[in-house]
């Protein structure tokens, strides 16, 4: 059985860490090398920085941060915000990265998923999935570039797509949680779950630990990402793992 991972998840804006609230309004929360240093001191699994710079989108800021975030934390990292080929994400990976996040070319050129994960293996590829409940008939809608652009595709089909040029994994989003605090969107990750192939992470809506283990009980989702409940709280995985533990969760001994 595959061990469940907290995974935290930190957004970069010019240089500092932001919290979004469903992707509009931020507020700043830090620096992000000091910040993943106590990640990496808390026994976090993984740690996935996102550049959501709307007017930069390229790797620029990753490649900048990556190189000093590694000189302190020594947890997987996944680096995602800006790629646009798969000569991006090979820069990334040898600069430090252990995977890298795609969202917007995975609507328009897919081959490059493929391109990376014959080049490093799938377990480097994520593809990230911002998804809103459609306010008239509930069904899920996914969005692109930070959230701007509609994408006309289903989720299932756009899921298993994804896995079909080459993606280990995939992290969905929900935009409307994102920042909220009050859980995650447990029928979002419930459909993707019901066709991914391949581990899933879970994000946006984590506010306490009790939102952690419904996410974990009732979806069987590999990972929780958390933003607002490691920035706004004196919550951290080393608590939240052992919270879940007691539930009969078992994590990676790092």
Known sequence: ??????????????????????????RDVGDPVKSSAVYNSQNADELILLNIAREQRTIDMLRTVIEKV????????????????????????????????????????RAEITATAEQFG??????SIDARRDPDNRSFVLYSD???????????EHV????????????VQSIDRDGTMEGYD????????AVASVPVIAAGGSGNYS?????????????????????????????????????????KVI
């Open 1 to 26: 059985m595959l061990k469940k991972r907290i995974i935290p998840i930190q957004l970069l804006l010019n240089g500092r860490l932001v919290k979004t609230r469903t992707f509009g309004d931020w």
């Open 70 to 109: 590694s000189q302190v934390s020594f947890m997987p990292m996944a680096m995602g915000g800006g790629i646009a080929s798969a000569d991006d994400a090979a820069e990334l990976i040898r600069t430090g990265a252990d995977k890298v996040v795609v969202n917007s070319c995975a609507y328009s050129d």
């Open 122 to 127: 799938s377990q480097a590829v994520i593809v």
């Open 146 to 156: 930070c959230g701007r652009k509609l994408e006309g595709v289903p989720i299932k």
């Open 160 to 171: 298993e797509r994804c896995i079909a040029a080459g993606a280990g994994e995939i992290m």
């Open 186 to 193: 447990l029928d979002l990750v419930k459909e993707v779950m």
């Open 211 to 251: 939102h952690l283990k419904d996410l974990f009980l009732q979806t069987g989702v590999s990972a929780a990402a958390c933003g607002s409940l490691f920035n706004f709280s004196d919550s951290n995985p080393i608590r939240a793992k052992a919270f879940l533990t007691n539930h009969g969760l078992n994590f």
